[in-house]
């Protein structure tokens, strides 16, 4: 038997259940991967509230995490009993001892890589892969604006931004976490608790405003975003913090000078196992060359689960948070 987080309908924290289960045998194509740390993600939130539908109920929770593999299905070849995997796709339900998932979906950790960084930055880290190196490949030079830039995302992407010689303008909520934001590589911060986001993004580029927003906000932020950039500019739209954006004219992207719009997601990007490999691939250089650290802010029990998320959907969080089973 294993202990799993699940929930038999969708709601507040209080709908999360620790139970125990039988662990399901790995079929053809699968492993069941033994785990030592599992990521939190505000896409957790989405699942148990509804916003995104679970393929049924009751359902696990979760999709990121990292441990030893502890059985092999027929037909895998790249892995084996005992190696040091990580994982950020797949099916619900990394919220538990044991998961067994698509061994596609799996890449083995390097020596240097420990399990609970591994846990605390796959999604995060792939997700800022395919933002800053794909959805707009950024070459240097740029000036971007980086919403919730001292979150785990944000952390990462602060770092991962100044490696590639891009100014990084973050916004935050507290003196506090603009610290962060600029110790992590943020080339400016702004508190939009206390000031005006696009007349402040307009003064530190000189009028020029931006080419990227990177918007993981939603529904509070979507004009506001549009407003920050220059002309012909990119809004990448990549997450619902505060409600999806709805009910929107596509000619705003007209009035406001052009714009484009994206709305991409990690599995429409890491959706074959090549490309899994290269973007973990990246990310793990990152990781071994110092030029991305992955600060673990927050810890909790597995049985803590509702309490961690609820942290991280009031804000009272920074970088990363895992769950040790």
Same mark, same amino acid.
Request: aromatic share 6%; hydrophobic share 40%.
């Given at each position: 038997m ?8 969708t ?9 125990e ?39 696990g ?33 990394a ?10 979906k799996?890449?083995?950790?390097? $020596? ?14 792939l ?30 992407a ?11 303008i ?19 911060t702004?508190?939009?608790?206390r ?7 307009r ?47 596509i ?12 709305r991409?997601?990690l ?17 793990? $250089?990152?990781l ?6 992955? $600060? ?30």
């Amino acid at each position: 038997m294993a202990k799993r987080i699940q929930f038999a309908r969708t709601g507040g924290p209080e709908v999360l259940e620790l139970i125990e289960v039988a662990p399901a045998e790995p079929g053809p194509g699968e492993v069941t991967v033994k785990n030592q740390a599992v990521g939190l993600n505000f896409i957790d939130i989405y699942f148990r509230t509804g916003l995104y539908p679970a393929p049924e109920l009751p359902s696990g929770l979760g999709t990121e995490g990292a441990g030893t593999v502890e059985a092999v299905g027929e037909g895998v070849e790249h892995l084996a009993v005992g190696d040091r995997v990580a994982y950020a796709q797949g099916p619900l339900g990394a919220y538990a001892e044991r998961h067994t998932l698509p061994a596609e979906k799996v890449v083995a950790l390097p $020596d240097a890589i420990d399990c609970e960084t591994a846990a605390a930055c796959m999604l995060k880290g792939l997700t800022v892969h395919y933002l800053l190196r794909q959805t707009y490949p950024l070459q240097g030079g740029e000036t971007i604006l980086w919403h919730a830039a001292a979150g785990g995302v944000g952390s990462i992407a602060c770092q991962w931004a100044r490696a590639l010689g891009v100014k990084l303008i973050g916004t935050v909520s507290s003196p506090e976490k603009a610290a962060l934001a600029e110790k992590n590589g943020a080339w400016a911060t702004i508190d939009y608790t206390r000031e005006d986001v696009v007349e402040r993004v307009r003064e530190l580029t000189g009028g020029e405003m931006c080419d990227v927003v990177y918007d993981s906000v939603g529904k509070d932020t979507w004009e506001l975003s549009l407003d920050c950039l220059k002309k012909r500019g990119l809004m990448v739209s990549f997450g619902n913090a505060s409600g999806p954006v709805e009910g929107v004219n596509i000619g705003i992207l007209n009035q406001k000078g052009s714009l484009y719009v994206t709305r991409p997601s990690l599995n429409g990007y890491a959706d074959t196992r090549e490309r899994l490999e290269w973007m973990a691939g990246e990310l793990f $250089d990152m990781l071994e060359s110092g030029q991305v650290t992955i $600060d673990i802010a927050q810890r909790y029990s597995l049985a803590e689960a509702g309490e961690a998320q609820d942290a991280l959907q009031g804000r009272r969080t920074t970088g990363s948070t895992i769950l040790l089973p």
